[in-house]
């Protein structure tokens, strides 16, 4: 009986398992495939804090979700087509997500007793029909099938073992259409020198494909097209990645050295870690003894005249915020990344939420104002990142960029830009007295506001900067009540100047009509699929993305009223919500959902239509 | 090359204009005339120097120096001044710290920065009192003190601040007092000297919350309770009639009217286990107050070995182009 083809436009596929199962790995094996064949792609990883949770266990599920479309898409999906369970517990944990009538391919040799008592079944869910109505259920045994292709190696069952990973991606490949080369010739880059284990893997990847082409549990393969994306040269771009590629991108581009002073939290180390690798950028990077000291090292670093740069996650912002009060004060240029998890306290340190809004807003002692840009995708992490340190030169502060854990370790393809073409970043050290015969380290610039940047080694012009308050102009220490009450005054102005740089808002949609979805950060996709579905309904729905959240944006306060209901999406209880009703009184209502995930598009769009009615 | 001539700089060169405002008495004035009076001496580039401090009275120190100045947060200095050393490791960078501050609220920097040896100068203000929050106990008060905040005396057991930085790997450890002038300036000199983290300690008077917390070594009777340790000479006190030697590992004072000089023992600044010796003599009840270099050893920076690695990777792999590393990887092309 020949196999068939059919063409869809996009799918949604899910590989669970263990934490030692590779399914990052695996996942990630499928997104880089997926991109070269030409789709659109997102995708969300899912794994838990420990790094190897008991095996078996439904706290040591890991996963990975690749939504892929011959369309522009904007999200990982919501729920999967195709879930891949390598063991009871990660059926257990997933089942529930996959859409009625999936697919569920699972490994029929992890289904022990011991399993399965381990994921709280009581009979084998495989063998005692409780899916069979509700899914197409595919048991393959994989254990038996990659140790039959690893016949002859020289491998230990345990080994040989391992493998099974690649075996399920080769059935996912032969289901997809996908080729194997850049997977094998991954395996023998990631392995060099290992060449029985590159053997390996590379025959349990054939094996799983062989066995998708043999079998007749797939007598239909799945065919989406290449996407029409925007022409260019691609690459997949994940977030902590392009927010690295975007700070080396503006040292360049400022003519600065990059110092980067971090100290390691989930899910801002891998910043850090890929810094680290590009010392011959001539990129500085110094793992700090506690978040503390790493912001410290930053404001010195910047009042010595370098691109300075943190990165972290809300409980290390909450350490630093004493500090980045300090370099609020002196007005020194810095960049501080929160890549955003779950909270309060360690919360959920690699699920994704966007509940530090108040705290980038509000959590510092004093009127102590920053400016806040959010990155709206994994890619856009590099323009964002880049645009926090222009910005940050430019008006002399330490601007926040908001990254999460959704953007921090998702994927999607991305155009390479040409750094040509980057807006430059100019950078004026001081070099000479601006008052008479004496230097004024606070004497502003009329546009900016900003302040004069004089580094050490700079001869003449030696001053001294702190934390107690300055006089305006000399920067001395002063007590003066007028002179706090006007210098409170300016740190504010100045970041309200930013607007001069934020450009007009894009409205995505009408710019007024019966409903207006505003949104910031990584809930940036979410909304927009919504908001895509909800037009294509014929609804008078809008969509409008922040992406400075503090200053927000001139034109903001008169698009915003053109709409008669406003819905703000949010993975926090409010927090921008707040902020917009705060600050424009209008009568916007929230879609706040904390469950350590990405907004689903259903459920923005299942409240916009309440909403209307 | 054509260089101007300057004229060497002076004391006055390194005066800020910022009206000194300790109180009156403070043996912090003392510390303050003689860095500005020492900092000529180096022969550097006023421009190249960097005070940095932390909070509390000695940490305003970087207000009244005429060079690059930072007065930063609690604790946080060293810190902060690491940031500035990696920015630019030709300045000479100076730590301006106390008890408190270095202590107990800036510990952790404090270890850590000896630990990596950075090079720092950092100098500690020790006056065993918390003095701009007005006199509370601090991490080096001694047991028993009564304070606003220890009405029934204190039960905290101070810590010893030459045992703690050689404990961090310090490779640079010495101790003086704010009176001690001359032995302060040669201090500070030594501190300038050594090519890493420089730890002093200063034992400084606080007149209105502590005084004559070191009257013991300041006084009349100072010579018999003070040891200056010389590298490479005996370790003699109470003006050469009284030595230290080692029986065992105990440290017993020799009387030299009656035992020969040959018994005692001679200081070895590069000895990391006498210098731990050396250390535990602070306040002890029988021994002299040590002073002088406690110990004092070459390695490699933090700083030049960040530098070496940055030269070493440019040689090894060019120096990057960020076109390059956007372009690199695995790419396809959209038509």
């Known amino acids: 009986m020949g196999k068939t083809f059919k063409t869809i436009d996009e799918a949604v596929i899910r590989f669970a398992g263990d934490s030692g199962d590779g399914m990052q790995l695996t996942g990630g094996r499928f997104t880089d495939t997926t991109a070269i064949v030409g789709n659109d792609l997102s995708t969300l990883p899912d794994f838990p804090a420990e790094i190897r949770a008991p095996a078996g266990s439904l706290a040591g599920v890991s996963a990975f979700q690749i939504k892929f479309s011959s369309k522009d898409i904007h999200t990982p999906g919501d729920k999967p087509d195709v879930l891949v369970a390598m063991n009871p517990a990660a059926l257990k944990v997933h089942q529930k997500e996959l859409i009625p009538g999936g697919t569920m391919i699972v490994n029929k040799d992890a289904f022990t007793t011991k399993n399965l008592k381990f994921a709280g079944y009581e009979t084998n869910p495989i063998e005692d029909g409780s899916l069979d109505d509700y899914f197409t259920l595919i048991p393959i045994e994989m254990n038996k099938m990659v140790t039959a292709a690893c016949e002859g190696l020289e491998m230990s069952p345990k080994l040989v073992g391992r493998t099974k990973n690649l075996f399920a991606l080769g059935v996912l490949f032969y289901m997809y259409d996908r080729p194997l080369e850049s997977t094998e010739a991954w395996l023998k880059k990631k392995f060099k020198g290992k060449d029985a284990i590159i053997d390996a893997n590379t025959r349990a990847l054939n094996a799983g494909y062989n066995y998708g082409d043999t079998t007749e549990l797939f007598m239909t393969r799945f065919k989406v097209e290449k996407a029409n994306l925007a022409s260019g040269n691609y690459r997949n771009m994940n977030g902590n990645f392009a927010t690295s590629l975007g700070l080396l991108a503006a040292a360049e581009k400022s003519g600065l050295n990059l110092f980067y002073g971090g100290y390691p939290i989930t899910p801002a180390s891998d910043i850090l870690q890929t810094l680290a690798s590009w010392k011959h950028f001539g990129v500085s990077t110094f793992q700090a003894e506690d978040e503390i000291a790493s912001i410290s090292s930053v404001i010195g670093a910047a009042f010595t005249g370098s691109l300075a740069v943190t990165a972290t996650s809300g409980p290390g912002i ?195 009509g019966d409903l207006l979805i505003l949104s910031w950060g990584g809930t940036y996709g979410s909304c927009r699929s919504a908001s895509e579905t909800l037009q294509e309904e014929g609804k008078s729905v809008s969509h409008i993305h922040l992406r400075w959240v503090n200053p927000l944006p001139q034109d903001l306060g008169e698009l915003i009223v053109g709409y008669k209901n406003v819905l703000i999406p949010e993975i926090n209880m409010g927090q921008l919500l707040r902020l917009i009703r705060a600050e424009y009184l209008v009568d916007a209502k929230g879609l706040n959902q904390v469950r350590g995930r990405p907004i689903s598009t259903s459920s923005i769009i299942e409240k916009v239509n309440e909403m209307l009615g | 090359m054509n260089e101007i001539q300057t004229p060497p700089l002076t004391k006055k060169d390194f005066e800020s204009d910022q009206a000194v405002r300790w109180c009156p008495g403070c043996g912090d004035y003392a510390i303050l005339a003689q860095t500005q009076k020492k900092m000529p001496s180096f022969g550097r580039k006023r421009e190249e120097f960097v005070f940095v401090a932390g909070i509390g009275c000695s940490s305003r120190f970087p207000y009244y120096m005429n060079t690059y100045g930072f007065h930063t947060i609690h604790g946080r200095a060293p810190a902060v001044a690491t940031g500035v050393k990696i920015a ?126 070191f009257e013991e070594y300041t006084g009349a009777d100072k010579f018999n309770n003070v040891i200056e340790l010389k590298h490479n000479e005996p370790m003699v006190f109470a003006k050469g009639t009284k030595g230290i030697k080692l029986e065992g590992s105990t440290a017993v004072i020799v009387d030299l009217e009656k035992s020969s000089i040959d018994e005692v023992l001679i200081h070895d600044e590069t000895n990391l286990d006498m210098a731990h010796i050396i250390a535990n003599w602070t306040t002890h009840p029988i021994l002299p107050e040590p002073i002088g270099v406690i110990y004092c050893i070459q390695k490699p920076t933090y700083n030049e070995e960040m530098v070496n690695q940055i030269d070493a990777a440019k040689k090894m792999r060019g120096s990057g182009k960020v076109q390059d590393l956007l372009n690199a990887g695995d790419t396809w092309v959209v038509d």
């Open chain 1, 318 to 512: 909450a350490l630093k915020a004493e500090a980045i009060g300090l370099g609020i004060i002196t007005e020194l240029p810095m960049v501080i990344i929160n890549v955003q998890r779950g909270g309060p306290s360690t919360g959920l340190p690699t699920k994704t939420e966007q509940s530090d809004l108040n705290q980038a807003l509000f959590g510092r002692n004093g009127e102590s104002p920053m400016p806040i840009i959010a990155a709206a995708t994994p890619g856009d992490c590099f323009f964002a990142a880049y645009e926090a340190c222009r910005i940050a030169l430019k008006y002399m502060t330490p601007v926040m960029l908001l990254s999460d854990g959704y953007l921090a370790n998702g994927s999607e393809p991305w155009k390479i830009p040409n750094v040509d073409e980057l807006e430059d970043i100019p950078v004026n050290f001081a070099k000479k007295k601006n008052g008479e015969d004496e230097y004024l380290p606070y004497l502003r610039d009329d546009e900016t506001l900003s302040r004069p940047w004089a580094i050490p080694g700079t001869p003449g012009l030696e001053h001294r900067v702190g934390g107690i308050e300055k006089a305006e102009n000399t920067g001395h220490v002063s007590y003066d009540p007028e002179n706090h009450h006007k210098m409170t005054l300016i740190r504010e102005e100045k970041v309200n100047r930013i607007r001069q740089d934020i450009p007009a808002l894009n409205v995505f949609g009408e710019s007024h």
């Open chain 2, 88 to 213: 630019n490791p030709d300045l000479s960078v100076w730590v301006v710290t106390g008890d408190g501050d270095g202590l107990s609220i800036g510990g952790n920097h404090f270890m850590h920065c000896l630990r990596r040896n950075m090079d720092l100068n950092i100098l500690m203000f020790n006056n065993r009192i918390y003095g701009l929050t007005k006199g509370q106990y601090s991490p080096t008060s001694e047991l028993g003190k009564k304070t606003k905040a220890s009405p029934f005396g204190s039960i905290d057991y101070p810590l010893n601040p030459p045992s703690l930085a050689l404990g961090a790997q310090a490779t640079f450890v010495a101790r003086t007092i704010d009176r001690w002038q001359k032995h302060l300036a040669e201090m500070m000199e030594r501190s300038y000297a050594h090519d890493g983290a420089s730890f002093t300690e200063i034992y400084q008077n606080c007149n209105i919350f502590n005084d004559g917390a």
